[in-house]
């Protein structure tokens, strides 16, 4: 059964959907979305991964249904409201999933409050973009942000989507432009620009992390944000982590390959003894 709710941090209001599966019994799922997407590009998972659970899937701020702030889209920034949506929402320990913008968000969660995240899911985050740049997601950011701005209907964003990203399904790129109609560019600029790296600090932020983790990795000729001399370094210096290197995939793991990432994830729970 999938439900609709707010959550007032203080400083925005976030929406998220609460999915129950009818034996809900094992440690709540948190999902935490990308840069430029929004809850809904978890929903195909929901099932594959739910079972005998609660699972939340939030809006970040900027995007989705959730409130906008003003120069408010750096990484120490949306954890904040994430923190509350825990706290006021989730009301006990929970597994957070995190892809892309939300894993480094995942990251933070964790570092932060211990007690409330039992375990991490890290799907391709962009650990070490502050130091290196964004590589082939620059010109990719740019375009977005320009799409974003624009007064294209979802058919024309979706037109211009599949150009910029050759091979999107039709009903992706569909999906992506909604969430682009609904996102405050500012996430985007801010990344673009910079700020979004401000006070962020990788390798000492995961070793400041004790809750077991799983790293699942794209290829980076296939667009993937961590190489994998990269992951092998977070790996070190996280203390309880197993690395996967996916096959034949790039940055959106779960929805490129969404049977071979929800078997990960199931996989991982179960060795929590979190059940299937």
């Keep these: 059964m999938l439900t609709e709710g707010t959550c007032d941090t203080g400083e925005v209001v976030l929406h998220y959907v609460r999915w129950a599966d009818a034996t809900a019994r094992h440690t709540p799922l948190v999902l935490l979305h990308g840069i430029t997407y929004s809850w809904q590009y978890w929903t195909p998972l929901f099932e594959k991964i739910g079972s005998g659970r609660l699972i939340y899937a939030v809006d970040a701020r900027g995007h989705g249904k959730s409130g906008r702030v003003r120069d408010g889209y750096r990484l120490i920034d949306y954890p904040r409201d994430q923190q509350v949506f825990l706290r006021q929402v989730v009301k006990e320990p929970a ?88 996102l405050d560019p ?68 779960h929805t490129e390959q969404p049977r071979a990432f929800a078997e990960n994830v199931r996989t991982f729970l179960h060795s929590l003894k979190e059940g299937n």
């Design 95 to 182: 597994v957070v999933i995190g892809h892309s913008l939300g894993a480094m968000n995942a990251l933070t969660l964790a570092a932060e409050n211990p007690k409330g995240v039992r375990a991490l899911v890290l799907e391709d985050p962009p650990l070490y973009f502050g130091e290196r740049g964004f590589g082939l997601f620059e010109p990719l950011f740019s375009r977005l942000k320009m799409l974003s701005e624009s007064d294209l209907d979802v058919e024309g964003i979706a037109e211009e989507i599949a150009n910029v990203m050759p091979g999107i399904p039709l009903t992706l790129a569909r999906a992506h432009a909604q969430c682009l109609i609904q």
């Design 186 to 253: 500012q996430t985007l600029g801010q990344a673009l620009d910079g700020a979004v790296f401000a006070s962020w600090h990788t390798d000492p932020l995961l070793t400041s992390i004790t809750c077991p983790v799983l790293l699942l990795v794209g290829d980076v000729a296939l667009g993937g944000a961590l190489t994998p001399a990269e992951a092998n370094r977070a790996e070190k210096a996280l203390a309880a982590c197993r690395t996967i290197l996916m096959r034949h995939v790039g940055h959106m793991i």
